[in-house]
């Protein structure tokens, strides 16, 4: 028998400099953000009814799954098709395509940060919650309620993504379309208001001159 050769795998080309800045970036609004909603919660959590605080955690799964589908999606849409609608200049077309593009960094802020934040939070609103149970469920051991507000906390967030990524295999295109459409809208209303701004400003150096 022969000598067993040597089999070069194809290695993909990255730009280091723009991995490190990006890296950077997503540990900056990592903080940021994990630090604005864990205060907000810590906040809003221990001062409202359990059944406010219930519908609070429900909201934030909620957020993790909706990001979930929107990582898994970008992922698994096809560009192709959008590059027709951007040529005629269809709202949200240019943002699907730049989505597609860069699904690697979408899907990591989408499903790893955003979702891991959610994690945190949800688990720490759920020992909020069963904190506040075990003064009115007195007979029933507090590490029991505990565990089972976590054990419902994972069986609704892994049930919901699992859920979310079924839809969002099927619905890629369509979701990605949308959430393009989205972020255009909302991009171009900041853009309005910045030339406004600088017109009436415009205006206003006229008349004094």
């Given at each position: 028998m022969g000598k067993n050769k040597k089999i070069k795998l194809y290695k993909k080309k990255t730009n280091n400099k723009n991995?490190?800045?990006?890296?950077?970036?997503?540990?900056?609004?990592?903080?940021?953000?994990?630090?604005?909603?864990?205060?907000?919660?810590?906040?809003?959590?221990p001062n409202v009814s359990i059944l406010s605080a219930i519908v609070l955690l429900l909201?934030?799964?909620?957020?993790?799954?909706?990001?979930?589908?929107?990582?898994?999606?970008?992922?698994?849409?096809?560009?192709e098709p959008f590059h027709s609608l951007a040529s005629r200049k269809v709202k949200g077309a240019s943002w699907a395509?730049?989505?597609i593009r860069n699904a690697d960094r979408?899907?990591?802020?989408?499903?790893?940060?955003?979702?891991?934040?959610?994690?945190?939070?949800?688990?720490?609103?759920?020992a909020v919650i069963a904190a506040n149970l075990s003064v009115y469920v007195f007979?029933?051991?507090?590490?029991?309620?505990?565990?089972?507000?976590?054990?419902?906390?994972?069986?609704?967030?892994?049930?919901?993504?699992?859920?979310?990524?079924?839809?969002a295999f099927t619905q890629a295109n369509n979701i990605v379309f949308y959430f393009g459409y989205f972020l255009e809208g909302i991009l171009?209303?900041?853009?309005?208001k910045r030339k406004r701004g600088k017109d009436n400003g415009g205006a206003r150096k006229g008349k004094l001159s």
């Open positions: 991995n490190i800045r990006w890296i950077l970036v997503i540990i900056f609004w990592t903080l940021i953000i994990a630090f604005v909603i864990n205060s907000l919660t810590e906040f809003l959590v909201f934030i799964i909620s957020i993790g799954v909706f990001f979930d589908i929107i990582g898994v999606a970008v992922t698994a849409a096809d560009e395509v730049y989505l979408v899907s990591n802020f989408c499903n790893d940060v955003i979702g891991d934040i959610v994690g945190i939070i949800s688990g720490a609103t759920g007979y029933i051991n507090k590490s029991l309620i505990a565990l089972i507000i976590s054990s419902i906390i994972a069986a609704l967030t892994i049930g919901g993504k699992a859920i979310g990524k079924n839809f171009k209303r900041k853009k309005i």
